[in-house]
């Protein structure tokens, strides 16, 4: 095989992984990532919402209980142990999302990544790429700072749970993961390789370009048979198709099923609208 060495952005590289088609590989990728964000984002924003208060909590007493007690204040020492109290429940929230991604505080064993359907085809490839990225004898990966320097990666970075959040062109989705290092991770990562043999090596099979992806609808649709709001549906109202289409998009969340794109919901939503409108004029 020929040694093509290129430097590419770990997005390009994963999307290779999925599809023959790059712009293919990158939808699939992009989807991916939204269904691990969509389980954990909850989640997160109740651990980001603790690690805040808590550590403001921290400040606004600690500090001024310090200060009272060494100025002799009466009651310093109660308000500066409120504070430490605080600070030790703040290192705990750190601790969580730390354990929660890694499984312990030294992060040196793999992880059973997160995703919102694992038996789908896009996110078995892309677990397989990052198998091969946890490994010793790969290319490290890395990020450039603003000054234009290489910064390398430990494979260790491909360990945590949340690792589909890597390859998200989403910052707000790469941000919900905790760098092994402990502290927020949103970078860009490049792998300076040989995308054909990592591939190889690997055992993967991208999907053919243009290969049909077939979603479960009939479920979701089926949902909405009795569903209130399909019933106090007035038909030609404005805002009808948006309102199905975030129904369906429920429907997945709820089931924790990868949704397909808002683009194929639409075709639905006016698939349904449709046969609503059809059903009521035959009943009047």
Do not use: C
């Amino acid at each position: 095989m020929d040694n093509h060495i290129e430097i590419l952005p770990l997005r390009i590289i994963a999307a290779k992984f999925i599809s023959t088609n790059e712009l293919e590989g990158l939808e699939e990728l992009n989807r991916v990532a939204s269904g691990m964000s969509r389980i954990v984002r909850l989640r997160y924003r109740i651990w980001e919402a603790a690690f805040t208060a808590l550590l403001g909590g921290t400040a606004f007493t600690i500090l001024p209980g310090l200060w009272m007690t060494l100025s002799g204040v009466k009651g310093g020492e109660v308000i500066a142990f409120l504070g430490l109290i605080l600070f030790g429940f703040w290192l705990a929230t750190v601790f969580y999302w730390r354990w929660f991604q890694y499984g312990r505080m030294k992060t040196n064993i793999p992880q059973p990544a997160i995703y919102a359907n694992p038996n789908d085809p896009a996110a078995r490839n892309l677990e397989r790429f990052f198998q091969v990225a946890q490994l010793e004898t790969t290319p490290r990966a890395f990020f450039v700072t603003r000054n234009n320097v290489r910064r390398y990666l430990k494979r260790r970075y491909f360990f945590g749970r949340l690792r589909a959040a890597l390859v998200s062109e989403d910052s707000a989705v790469r941000e919900l993961l905790f760098s092994p290092s402990g502290l927020w991770f949103s970078r860009e990562i490049f792998m300076e390789v040989n995308v054909e043999a990592l591939i190889e090596q690997a055992k993967v099979k991208p999907s053919r370009a243009g290969a049909p992806k077939t979603y479960d609808y009939t479920d979701a649709v089926m949902s909405l048979i009795e569903h209130p709001a399909i019933h106090s549906l007035e038909v030609g109202k404005r805002g009808n198709q948006t309102m199905i289409v975030d129904l369906l998009d429920a429907w997945y969340d709820s089931k924790r099923l990868i949704p397909p794109s808002e683009t194929q919901l639409t075709i639905y939503a006016k698939m349904i609208l449709a046969v609503i409108e059809k059903n009521r004029a035959a009943s009047s």
